[in-house]
T-cell receptor, first 119, second 116 residues
Framework: EAGVAQSPRYKIIEKRQSVAFWCNPISGHATLYWYQQILGQGPKLLIQFQNNGVVDDSQLPKDRFSAERLKGVDSTLKIQPAKLEDSAVYLC?????????????????FGPGTRLTVT | AQSVSQHNHHVILSEAASLELGCNYSYGGTVNLFWYVQYPGQHLQLLLKYFSGDPLVKGIKGFEAEFIKSKFSFNLRKPSVQWSDTAEYFCAVILLGRNYGQNFVFGPGTRLSVLP
């Protein structure tokens, strides 16, 4: 089966500019996650969708970051305006159902990520 | 706030050496535990997971991990590493409970270098 697709793979922008990332999850996966991975750190969950609804966005900096999954399939993550500290790899992942539910054994599948450099 | 720590930033081993990577989490409730691996230039992929039952979990490529609830630990082991195990390893925890979202908390990662 096709994996999680992300684009672009690399992006370089100047601070205060805006940027958008796109994610296409595995077909049939209802749950979609966006993570930020800063160099030398583990991924940090930014937002989790269940179909087109937000389950958890507690760690999303909402003053500059936004995300949507309008039709419950593809998703976009936007940063406006970007700051130097936003330089990171942005990972998208999907799972058939939310991982961690009691009795479930679903697995997250990760995409290749988008490497963002803010200068 | 909940956190996941990994004992070593960088581990260097020779082929055939035994491996143990430490992982500890700070949360007293019910957890699900994972180890992910990222080979150079590749996606993050799941090595193994613990949801319930036998605390000794076997994963892919000969890896195993043991959940010790009293120590809040989930250490990863492999009896004999190969050069192809060179990668970054991440421990992750998902916290289950009414007051928490279903969010993953990842550790900072341990880079493993295996010398041929």
């Amino acid at each position: 089966e096709a994996g999680v697709a992300q684009s672009p793979r690399y992006k370089i922008i100047e601070k205060r500019q805006s940027v958008a990332f796109w994610c296409n999850p595995i077909s049939g996966h209802a749950t979609l996650y966006w993570y930020q991975q800063i160099l030398g750190q583990g991924p940090k969950l930014l937002i989790q969708f269940q179909n087109n609804g937000v389950v958890d966005d507690s760690q999303l900096p909402k003053d500059r970051f936004s995300a949507e999954r309008l039709k419950g399939v593809d998703s976009t993550l936007k940063i406006q305006p970007a700051k130097l500290e936003d330089s990171a790899v942005y990972l998208c992942a999907s799972s058939f159902r939310p991982v961690g539910r009691q009795g479930s054994s679903y697995e997250q599948y990760f995409g290749p990520g988008t490497r963002l450099t803010v200068t | 706030a909940q956190s996941v720590s990994q004992h070593n930033h960088h581990v260097i081993l020779s082929e055939a050496a035994s491996l143990e990577l430490g992982c500890n989490y700070s949360y007293g409730g019910t957890v699900n535990l994972f180890w992910y691996v990222q080979y150079p230039g590749q996606h993050l992929q799941l090595l193994l997971k613990y949801f319930s039952g036998d605390p000794l979990v076997k994963g892919i490529k000969g890896f195993e991990a043991e959940f010790i609830k009293s120590k809040f630990s989930f250490n990863l082991r492999k009896p004999s590493v190969q050069w192809s195990d060179t990668a970054e390893y991440f421990c992750a925890v998902i916290l289950l409970g009414r007051n928490y979202g279903q969010n993953f908390v990842f550790g900072p990662g341990t880079r493993l270098s295996v010398l041929p």
